[in-house]
């Protein structure tokens, strides 16, 4: 059974740098055929895909336009976890932060099966 | 963007009511889409992708339909754990996945 498990601080005070990381049990963050994802939830803007890395013989990454210039999510192999960074934060960056894997089905059909337990970050 | 809409916002349910909830997009997406429970204080579960696959575990008084810019979430028989607000997700668009605003069901 996959579990991610995410630590990181839950205030952060405005123009400095959210840092959440995602530790994976029962998955390979460098397994060929996953992806891992940073979505966020907040009243004002639901549920909003942030990015994603993954492995295909090299590392990839993708960004939503909505936060790309200040967001890096970076693997971590050697502790099989990933990690976003997200710059320059403002009050509007308040919300709940999960992590998610999506397992990259080979038909093209792509969703999250396996979520972390989310972090309340509050930018203040 | 591809812009997805759900209706309704909110719905109250008796236990055994047949429930459906609507998502629409605002742009063909083929079979691309996702349905997930959200309760407060957990995370997102998973509940169909591809617009009608179950998810593992998911009870089958779950069930979706629909293809293009249409799509539905069906419970059969309403269960007092159902409560929750459901979400679609569409990935037609990968990576640039969008959800809707969701669906508040109480019981």
């Known amino acids: 059974q996959v579990q991610l498990q995410q630590s990181g601080p839950g205030l952060v005070k405005p123009s400095h740098t959210v840092s959440l990381t995602c530790a994976i049990s029962g998955d390979r963050v460098s397994r060929n055929g996953a992806a891992w994802n940073w979505i966020r939830q907040s009243p004002s803007r639901g549920l909003e895909w942030l990015g994603r890395?993954?492995?295909?013989?090299?590392?990839?990454?993708d960004y939503a336009v909505s936060v790309q210039g200040r967001i890096t999510i970076n693997p971590d192999t050697s502790k099989n976890q990933f990690s976003l960074q997200l710059n320059s934060v403002t009050p509007e960056d308040t919300a709940v932060y999960y992590c998610?894997?999506?397992?990259?089905?080979?038909?093209?059909?792509?969703?999250?099966?396996?979520w972390g337990q989310g972090t309340l970050v509050t930018v203040s | 963007d591809i812009q997805m809409t759900q209706s309704p916002s909110s719905l109250s349910a008796s236990v055994g009511d047949r429930v459906t909830i609507t998502c629409r997009a605002s742009q063909s997406i083929s079979r691309f889409l996702n349905w997930y429970q959200y309760k407060p204080g957990t995370a997102p579960k998973l509940l169909i992708y591809s617009a009608s696959t179950l998810q593992n575990g998911v009870p089958p008084r779950f069930s979706g339909s629909g293809s293009g810019t249409e799509f539905t979430l069906t419970i059969s028989s309403v269960q007092p754990d159902d409560f929750g607000t459901y979400y679609c997700q569409q990935s037609y668009s990968s990576p640039m996945y969008t959800f809707g605003r969701g669906t508040k069901l109480e019981i």
């Open positions: 998610a894997r999506d397992p990259l089905g080979a038909d093209g059909h792509y969703y999250f099966d396996f």
């Open positions: 890395t993954y492995f295909r013989s090299k590392w990839y990454t």
